[in-house]
Protein backbone atom coordinates (compact mmCIF):
# COMPACT_ATOMS: atom_id res chain seq x y z
CA UNK A 1 0.00 0.00 0.00
CA UNK A 2 2.89 2.40 0.77
CA UNK A 3 4.18 1.88 -2.25
CA UNK A 4 0.94 2.87 -4.29
CA UNK A 5 1.11 5.84 -2.17
CA UNK A 6 4.35 6.87 -2.92
CA UNK A 7 3.88 6.04 -6.72
CA UNK A 8 0.57 8.59 -6.87
CA UNK A 9 2.66 11.50 -4.85
CA UNK A 10 5.45 11.01 -7.33
CA UNK A 11 2.97 11.38 -10.30
CA UNK A 12 0.85 14.25 -8.78
CA UNK A 13 4.32 15.92 -8.38
CA UNK A 14 5.04 15.44 -11.88
CA UNK A 15 8.06 13.23 -12.06
CA UNK A 16 6.72 9.87 -14.19
CA UNK A 17 10.55 8.83 -14.43
CA UNK A 18 10.60 8.33 -10.39
CA UNK A 19 7.22 7.26 -10.44
CA UNK A 20 7.92 4.35 -13.12
CA UNK A 21 11.23 3.57 -11.25
CA UNK A 22 9.03 2.97 -8.15
CA UNK A 23 6.47 0.67 -10.11
CA UNK A 24 8.68 -1.26 -11.95
CA UNK A 25 9.55 -2.12 -8.12
CA UNK A 26 6.55 -2.96 -6.80
CA UNK A 27 5.78 -5.13 -9.65
CA UNK A 28 8.97 -7.01 -9.21
CA UNK A 29 7.33 -7.96 -5.81
CA UNK A 30 3.86 -8.54 -6.37
CA UNK A 31 3.73 -9.01 -10.36
CA UNK A 32 0.06 -10.13 -10.12
CA UNK A 33 -1.27 -6.52 -9.36
CA UNK A 34 -3.34 -5.81 -12.55
CA UNK A 35 -3.88 -2.07 -10.86
CA UNK A 36 0.21 -1.41 -11.25
CA UNK A 37 0.59 -2.84 -14.65
CA UNK A 38 -2.17 -0.30 -15.70
CA UNK A 39 -0.49 2.36 -13.93
CA UNK A 40 2.69 1.93 -15.74
CA UNK A 41 1.41 2.02 -19.13
CA UNK A 42 -0.17 5.08 -18.22
CA UNK A 43 2.83 6.26 -17.33
CA UNK A 44 5.09 4.86 -20.39
CA UNK A 45 2.20 6.57 -22.87
CA UNK A 46 2.86 9.62 -21.27
CA UNK A 47 6.75 9.40 -21.95
CA UNK A 48 5.61 8.73 -25.34
CA UNK A 49 7.34 5.17 -24.47
CA UNK A 50 5.01 3.06 -26.41
CA UNK A 51 6.62 -0.35 -26.70
CA UNK A 52 6.76 -0.11 -23.12
CA UNK A 53 3.49 0.19 -22.66
CA UNK A 54 2.53 -2.59 -24.87
CA UNK A 55 4.58 -4.89 -22.77
CA UNK A 56 2.54 -3.38 -20.02
CA UNK A 57 -0.81 -3.82 -21.66
CA UNK A 58 0.10 -7.72 -22.52
CA UNK A 59 1.18 -8.31 -18.78
CA UNK A 60 -2.55 -7.23 -18.29
CA UNK A 61 -4.20 -9.01 -20.64
CA UNK A 62 -2.49 -11.96 -19.03
CA UNK A 63 -4.28 -11.09 -15.85
CA UNK A 64 -7.78 -9.74 -17.15
CA UNK A 65 -8.06 -11.67 -20.45
CA UNK A 66 -12.00 -10.43 -20.90
CA UNK A 67 -10.96 -6.78 -20.05
CA UNK A 68 -12.30 -5.68 -23.23
CA UNK A 69 -11.03 -1.95 -22.17
CA UNK A 70 -7.70 -3.78 -22.05
CA UNK A 71 -7.88 -4.95 -25.44
CA UNK A 72 -8.83 -1.93 -27.14
CA UNK A 73 -6.03 0.17 -25.34
CA UNK A 74 -3.84 -2.47 -26.41
CA UNK A 75 -4.97 -2.49 -30.01
CA UNK A 76 -4.75 1.29 -29.65
CA UNK A 77 -0.78 1.20 -28.56
CA UNK A 78 0.03 -1.63 -31.32
CA UNK A 79 -1.56 0.51 -33.87
CA UNK A 80 0.64 3.32 -32.87
CA UNK A 81 3.87 1.15 -33.61
CA UNK A 82 2.67 0.03 -36.77
CA UNK A 83 1.36 -3.10 -36.57
CA UNK A 84 -2.33 -2.92 -37.88
CA UNK A 85 -2.76 -6.58 -38.27
CA UNK A 86 -2.13 -7.34 -34.68
CA UNK A 87 -4.10 -4.50 -33.79
CA UNK A 88 -7.29 -6.07 -36.02
CA UNK A 89 -7.23 -8.49 -34.06
CA UNK A 90 -7.70 -7.07 -30.31
CA UNK A 91 -10.14 -4.46 -31.97
CA UNK A 92 -12.24 -7.40 -32.59
CA UNK A 93 -11.38 -9.07 -29.55
CA UNK A 94 -12.60 -5.91 -27.50
CA UNK A 95 -15.81 -5.84 -30.03
CA UNK A 96 -16.29 -9.25 -29.38
CA UNK A 97 -16.61 -8.97 -25.67
CA UNK A 98 -18.04 -5.45 -25.70
CA UNK A 99 -20.36 -4.86 -28.85
CA UNK A 100 -21.61 -1.09 -27.40
CA UNK A 101 -17.39 -0.22 -26.91
CA UNK A 102 -17.23 2.85 -29.93
CA UNK A 103 -13.71 2.54 -29.01
CA UNK A 104 -13.27 -0.75 -30.09
CA UNK A 105 -15.31 0.36 -33.21
CA UNK A 106 -13.71 3.14 -34.35
CA UNK A 107 -10.22 1.36 -34.46
CA UNK A 108 -12.04 -1.13 -36.78
CA UNK A 109 -13.58 2.02 -38.86
CA UNK A 110 -10.01 3.22 -38.73
CA UNK A 111 -7.48 -0.11 -39.84
CA UNK A 112 -10.23 -0.98 -42.37
CA UNK A 113 -10.70 2.47 -44.29
CA UNK A 114 -7.80 3.03 -46.74
CA UNK A 115 -6.06 6.01 -45.55
CA UNK A 116 -6.56 9.68 -45.33
CA UNK A 117 -3.32 11.49 -45.25
CA UNK A 118 -3.98 15.32 -43.18
CA UNK A 119 -7.43 14.49 -43.06
CA UNK A 120 -7.81 15.02 -39.41
CA UNK A 121 -5.60 18.29 -39.61
CA UNK A 122 -8.07 19.32 -42.08
CA UNK A 123 -11.03 18.96 -40.01
CA UNK A 124 -9.19 20.38 -37.22
CA UNK A 125 -7.41 23.73 -39.17
CA UNK A 126 -10.83 24.26 -40.37
CA UNK A 127 -12.68 23.87 -36.91
CA UNK A 128 -9.92 26.47 -35.55
CA UNK A 129 -9.34 28.63 -38.45
CA UNK A 130 -6.18 27.87 -39.22
CA UNK A 131 -4.58 28.82 -42.57
CA UNK A 132 -3.08 25.21 -44.94
CA UNK A 133 0.71 26.07 -44.33
CA UNK A 134 1.07 26.14 -48.60
CA UNK A 135 -1.53 28.52 -48.92
CA UNK A 136 -3.82 26.26 -50.87
CA UNK A 137 -7.52 26.32 -49.63
CA UNK A 138 -8.64 23.37 -47.68
CA UNK A 139 -10.20 20.37 -49.79
CA UNK A 140 -14.26 19.44 -48.52
Same mark, same amino acid.
Given at each position: ?????? #?????????????? *????????????? &? =? *?????????? *???????????????????? +??? %? #?????????????? =?????????? *?? =?????????? %????? #??????? %????????? &????? +????? =????
Amino acid at each position: MVWKRK #VALLRSLNRPVDAI *SQLTLLLDSFPHD &A =E *SWAELSDLYI *SQDMYSQAAFCLEELLLLQP +NSY %F #VHAQYAEIIWALGK =EGTALKYWCR *SV =ELCGELFRGW %FGLKM #VTSPPRP %FSILRYCAK &AGGMQ +NPIGE =EWEG
